[in-house]
């Protein structure tokens, strides 16, 4: 027995041709089947009766068309034109502290508060951390160029109201030269600091490929003794990978991290305690 196939096959009432759907980018040029008229796309409209797109012709006669199936014409082809999608919003530019990035940052005018530093590397940690956020907020770093002249820069400085002053040390700990000499110093001085004898060692050790920072023993200059242990050369070498491992304040510890954080908030509240 002869066996027949679907009777409408090839019948060309009930094929349809598919029709491609085509972005109606900004500046194409398309032709309304229906009407002709020929022009770019220019932008869209919305009514209760559909979506509209909006065509420009050479002479500037701007009209509106349903964006219905096969309504248009390109190049004598009929398509279907389709709405660009909205592009999803881009989550916030974060800046190496974790805030959020400002665009276009103009320094804010420096405040009269400060935040003192010991030395040029913890100033330039601070900076390649928090220096967006520092320059947002007009705070200035200052170095000290050593602990042991913080009183001397207080009494020419003269903190008061509107004259704050942060302090960040290195080896902050009970019992230790360092708390001796910032202990006392008045409502309007704020000291905060880490544990750790420098502040390579708040660098966190998987940041600059190690495993541990070593021991050195008291006496021995501690960053010579690191860079011997580590084989890093001269210490200006090892400043050299250090600052370079740090890229946001994932890499730091988190004791520096607060004592940063906590300084910042102290010199630019804008009401005094």
């Known amino acids: 027995m002869r066996e027949y196939g679907d009777i409408y096959t090839g019948h060309t009432h009930k094929q349809r ?7 109606a980018e900004r500046d194409l040029v398309v032709e309304d089947a229906a009407s002709g008229f020929c022009g770019a796309v220019i932008g869209f409209d919305r009514s209760y009766d559909g979506e509209f797109v909006k065509l420009e012709d050479r002479h500037g006669a701007v009209r509106l068309f349903a964006l219905r199936e096969a309504a248009f ?28 990035r400002v665009a276009g940052l103009r320094a804010r005018v420096a405040r009269t508060n400060r935040i003192w530093v010991e030395g040029v590397h913890d100033a330039a940690l601070v900076e390649r951390v928090w220096g967006h956020d520092l320059r947002v907020e007009g705070v200035v770093v200052e170095q000290l160029e050593g602990l042991d002249h913080l009183a001397a820069r207080l009494t020419e400085f003269e903190p008061g109201p509107g004259r704050r002053v942060g302090v960040l040390v290195d080896h902050l700990v009970t019992g230790s030269k360092e708390t001796g000499l910032t202990t ?24 600059v490929g190690i495993e541990a920072w070593p ?12 860079c011997r242990r580590l084989g890093w050369g001269t210490p200006q070498d090892g400043w ?6 740090v890229e946001s304040f994932r890499d730091l510890e988190a004791p520096l991290i607060g004592a940063v954080e906590r300084l910042i908030d102290f010199v630019t509240e804008e009401s005094e305690r």
């Open 17 to 23: 041709r598919a029709v491609p759907e085509v972005v």
């Open 184 to 207: 006392g110093l008045g409502e309007h001085v704020l000291v905060t600091g880490h544990p750790y004898i420098d502040v390579w060692q708040a660098v966190r050790p998987a940041a």
């Open 73 to 100: 014409l390109i190049d004598g082809s009929p398509v279907t034109l389709v709405r660009p999608k909205a592009a999803a919003p881009s989550a916030p530019v974060r800046s190496a502290s974790g805030s959020t």
């Open 215 to 226: 021991r050195v023993p008291r006496g021995e200059d501690w960053k010579t003794g690191v």
């Open 240 to 245: 050299r990978r250090v600052y370079n491992a």
